[in-house]
């Protein structure tokens, strides 16, 4: 017999959707049945990016790292033992996933917390997708048996390269200053960027010109994304839609704020899953 569902206790959820985040509107604005699949998945996320920040102390998220790596095992065996692996195991479609799909983006994170930089270009998407695909697909899973996986994927990938590129041309600057640099390393030698210029107050040309190139790179990856799925799957999955039009407008902003961008954010959250 499928266990009773799980509360997930209060601390994981407000980390899972914080309040204003996309993650919260493509939470809210989901449809009803995908809002417990997509609370315990963005849970797991953001316990994994937390412990993916420079900012964390490096030993110790290696430790908690490898502790996933094993829970995620557990999880696919049926016998979890955090509460959010537990809440998980006990959605209603949990018998009818296959959990070690996510393997990857775990693995994914414990190469992220390395802090090696890419080396080249050609590695950068695979790894943008390997760290959050995974958990999109999986939530999407958890909501609707008959969905067109080839459609879902597209969408999910697209979603992870366009998150990671709109994060790393944002972010990077605080990034390098904590030791990571997001680019590959091949990428910043042809456009003659060093250190220097990722730490500059002001980015010098070059670095302006290659990170318009990155935004443009997002931009088209969240396009590629809205317009993947389905007609007839897009009410079902309009988390994802949500999640694409908001990262489309955060897009061009440096730090977007909730306090500067919630009712703005609230709108295009509700008149894109109200279209789906």
Not at 9 to 36: C, E, I, K, M, N
Not at 98 to 109: G, K, W
Not at 240 to 245: E, F, I
């Amino acid at each position: 017999m499928r266990p009773a569902l799980k509360t997930l206790d209060a601390t994981y959820r407000a980390r899972a959707v914080p309040a204003g985040s996309a993650r919260y509107w493509s939470w809210l604005f989901a449809a009803s049945r995908a809002r417990q699949p997509l609370l315990g998945i963005y849970a797991l996320l953001a316990e994994w990016h937390a412990l993916m920040d420079p900012a964390s102390e490096h030993t110790a998220a290696q430790i908690k790292l490898a502790w996933w790596q094993e829970e995620i095992r557990r999880l696919t065996a049926g016998v979890p033992v955090h509460p959010i692996g537990v809440y998980l195991a006990s959605l209603p479609r949990a018998a009818q996933v296959d959990f070690s799909t996510l393997a990857p983006a775990i693995d994914a994170a414990v190469v992220e917390s390395n802090g090696a930089p890419l080396e080249r270009a050609d590695e950068l998407e695979p790894h943008a997708r390997a760290l959050r695909a995974p958990l999109l697909v999986l939530a999407s899973r958890l909501v609707a048996e008959e969905l067109d996986d080839a459609a879902l994927g597209e969408c999910a990938q697209a979603l992870a390269v366009a998150e990671y590129l709109s994060r790393a041309t944002r972010d990077y600057r605080r990034e390098v200053r904590l030791g990571r640099v997001p680019f590959p390393v091949d990428d910043l030698l042809a456009a003659g960027i060093d250190n220097t210029d990722l730490r500059a107050e002001h980015a010098p040309q070059p670095l302006q010109d290659y990170l318009a190139q990155l935004r443009q790179r997002a931009r088209e990856h969240y396009e590629n994304a809205a317009g993947a799925l389905a007609i007839e799957h897009r009410s079902q999955l309009r988390h994802l839609l949500v999640l694409a039009a908001l990262g489309l407008k955060h897009l061009s902003a440096r730090a977007p704020s909730v306090s500067s961008t919630g009712v703005k954010d609230l709108l295009l959250a509700w008149s894109t899953a109200r279209r789906s």
